[in-house]
């Protein structure tokens, strides 16, 4: 194989520079013998996670390729649902390393909403599952921004005629602006009025004059007059999860700097050869051994960096962009740019999760490492309660392939426990458990 494996920290450069030398010619060799294959489009894996719902062979290459060839993401996901191209906004939506997760909760509902125009609705309702566990775990949203997410995705379901979806929704904003210490009184009142005609049209007039009873008491017992002081600040975030910088060395930059040209020379013909498959083998050569030669590169530029690392920080900066690397190596294994581009790692899926879930259980080591220095133990419990809800979304949006579910949950659980008799006034995940699976929602502290 000959992407992904790991490298001696020990090594000398000579030795890095040989390595990477006979990687390609070795790829040379195997793509040559092989490009024909470079058009096989991937079929679909079971379809048991967010991840594995992706139809590979609906994403248009020549839009998706956009992102490999240094597109933003966003420009992507815009041009795409321009394009009327659900399956490419919404891979290039999952497999984002670039999204907040705000963007990424608002494009989910835009390519849901193209999805239930097509009649495609088993494929809306999982993109509004999406958005809402998002909404519920990540560490990064803000609670008012919890909060009318929650108030669109349960209009969405109500538009789809998924009731319990709608009311659970509902119920989650309306936990939100009732106990968050964190959402301003002026947005807590105008999202229980908003909630109180939501419940009425769901026949749910208990929960509607529940919300009526706040709304009045948030109005009358507080100044909401426009430019009115606040002293409600927003629930901190764990530094270290806000994205830590993290240069490439020139080898690695200069491989990337020829998959990008590659994969433009690579559009261009497809753009130029409207609904044509056969691409000449020397393109599909270059683009292969491009991406394959930039692979090899970064795995040999990570352990060393990460061995030669002066700080914690740098060494979470690092482990990120390797998972940051690896989730664009997965999405091309899974055939989630519309084409085959690299047949050994789409013949080798589970190799490449087992990369992934290597680089996830290393950051989350690192991130340990780095929580022990707080000295706080609140400190502590508040990062890894950032750290461990990052991860179980990870999880379930299928981006951590083998995630421990269970073991990350207890110590969730745990945490949130040790966070409650702290004081802590936070709303926080609790497991509730329909027809046997479980589910996360937001509770607080009575």
Same mark, same amino acid.
């Given at each position: 194989?000959?992407?992904?494996?790991?490298?001696?920290?020990?090594?000398?450069?000579?030795?890095?520079?040989?390595?990477?030398?006979?990687?390609?010619?070795?790829?040379v060799?195997?793509?040559?013998?092989?490009?024909?294959? =470079?058009?096989?489009?991937?079929?679909?894996?079971?379809?048991?996670?967010?991840?594995?719902?992706?139809?590979?062979?609906?994403?248009?290459?020549?839009?998706?390729l956009?992102?490999l060839?240094?597109?933003?993401?966003?420009?992507v996901?815009?041009?795409?649902?321009?394009?009327?191209?659900?399956?490419?906004?919404?891979?290039?939506t999952?497999?984002?390393?670039?999204?907040?997760?705000?963007?990424?909760?608002?494009?989910?509902?835009?390519?849901?909403?193209?999805?239930?125009?097509?009649?495609?609705?088993?494929?809306?309702?999982?993109?509004y599952?999406q958005?809402?566990?998002?909404?519920?775990?990540?560490?990064?949203l803000?609670?008012?921004?919890?909060?009318?997410?929650?108030?669109?995705?349960?209009?969405?379901?109500?538009?789809?005629?998924?009731?319990?979806?709608?009311?659970?929704?509902?119920d989650?904003?309306?936990?939100?602006?009732?106990?968050?210490?964190?959402?301003?009184?002026p947005l807590?009142?105008?999202?229980?009025?908003?909630l109180?005609?939501?419940?009425?049209?769901?026949?749910?007039?208990?929960?509607?004059?529940?919300?009526?009873?706040?709304?009045?008491?948030?109005?009358?017992?507080?100044?909401l007059?426009?430019g009115?002081?606040?002293t409600?600040?927003?629930?901190?975030?764990?530094?270290?999860?806000k994205?830590?910088?993290?240069?490439?060395?020139?080898?690695?930059?200069?491989?990337?700097?020829?998959?990008?040209?590659?994969?433009?020379?690579?559009m261009?013909?497809?753009?130029?050869?409207?609904?044509?498959?056969?691409?000449?083998?020397?393109?599909?050569?270059?683009?292969?051994?491009?991406?394959?030669?930039e692979?090899?590169?970064?795995?040999?530029? =990570?352990?060393?960096?990460?061995?030669?690392?002066s700080?914690?920080?740098?060494?979470?900066?690092?482990?990120?962009?390797r998972?940051?690397?690896?989730?664009?190596?997965?999405?091309?294994?899974?055939?989630? =740019?519309?084409?085959?581009?690299?047949?050994?790692?789409?013949?080798?899926?589970?190799?490449?999760?087992?990369?992934?879930?290597?680089?996830?259980?290393?950051?989350?080591?690192?991130?340990?490492?780095?929580?022990?220095t707080?000295?706080?133990?609140?400190?502590?419990?508040r990062?890894?309660?950032?750290?461990?809800?990052?991860?179980?979304?990870?999880g379930?949006?299928?981006?951590?392939p083998?995630y421990?579910?269970?073991?990350?949950?207890?110590?969730?659980?745990?945490?949130v426990?040790r966070?409650k008799?702290?004081?802590?006034?936070?709303?926080?995940?609790?497991?509730?458990?329909?027809?046997?699976?479980?589910?996360?929602?937001?509770?607080?502290?009575?």
């Open positions: 194989m000959v992407s992904g494996s790991r490298r001696d920290p020990q090594r000398t450069y000579l030795l890095r520079g040989m390595v990477g030398l006979l990687a390609l010619l070795v790829v060799g195997l793509v040559s013998g092989g490009a024909y294959l =470079y058009l096989r489009v991937r079929a679909n894996p079971a379809a048991n996670s967010p991840v594995k719902e992706l139809r590979a062979e609906k994403v248009q290459p020549s839009v998706a956009a992102t060839a240094g597109t933003g993401d966003l420009d996901v815009n041009r795409a649902l321009t394009e009327e191209q659900l399956e490419t906004a919404y891979a290039t999952l497999f984002s390393t670039q999204l907040s997760d705000r963007e990424i909760v608002g494009s989910l509902l835009l390519v849901a909403k193209g999805y239930a125009g097509i009649g495609n609705t088993a494929r809306a309702l999982s993109c599952g958005a809402s566990t998002i909404a519920t775990l990540s560490p990064t803000s609670d008012a921004g919890r909060a009318f997410s929650f108030m669109e995705i349960g209009g969405r379901f109500a538009e789809a005629a998924d009731r319990e979806d709608a009311i659970f929704n509902y989650q904003a309306f936990s939100l602006a009732a106990h968050s210490p964190f959402i301003r009184d807590r009142a105008d999202l229980v009025a908003e109180a005609e939501e419940y009425d049209n769901l026949g749910l007039s208990d929960k509607a004059q529940e919300c009526r009873v706040l709304e009045a008491d948030i109005r009358y017992s507080t100044d007059r426009e009115s002081e606040s409600q600040a927003e629930l901190p975030v764990a530094n270290f999860l994205g830590v910088p993290s240069s490439p060395p020139a080898m690695v930059t200069s491989y990337s700097e020829r998959r990008v040209q590659a994969v433009a020379g690579l261009e013909f497809l753009q130029d050869t409207p609904g044509g498959n056969d691409v000449p083998q020397e393109l599909a050569t270059e683009v292969t051994q491009a991406l394959v030669n692979d090899q590169a970064r795995a040999t530029s =990570y352990e060393d960096e990460l061995a030669a690392a700080s914690l920080v740098l060494r979470i900066g690092i482990a990120e962009s998972v940051d690397w690896l989730m664009i190596k997965y999405r091309i294994a899974l055939g989630g =740019y519309g084409l085959d581009l690299v047949p050994a790692w789409s013949d080798d899926v589970s190799g490449v999760e087992a990369e992934l879930t290597a680089a996830r259980e290393e950051l989350h080591s690192i991130y340990g490492e780095q929580i022990e707080f000295g706080d133990s609140t400190a502590e419990d990062a890894w309660f950032d750290v461990l809800r990052l991860e179980i979304l990870q379930r949006l299928g981006l951590y083998e421990p579910e269970q073991g990350l949950t207890s110590e969730l659980m745990e945490v426990e966070l008799e702290a004081g802590d006034t936070s709303l926080h995940p609790e497991v509730v458990y329909e027809d046997g699976a479980p589910r996360f929602r937001l509770a607080w502290t009575e």
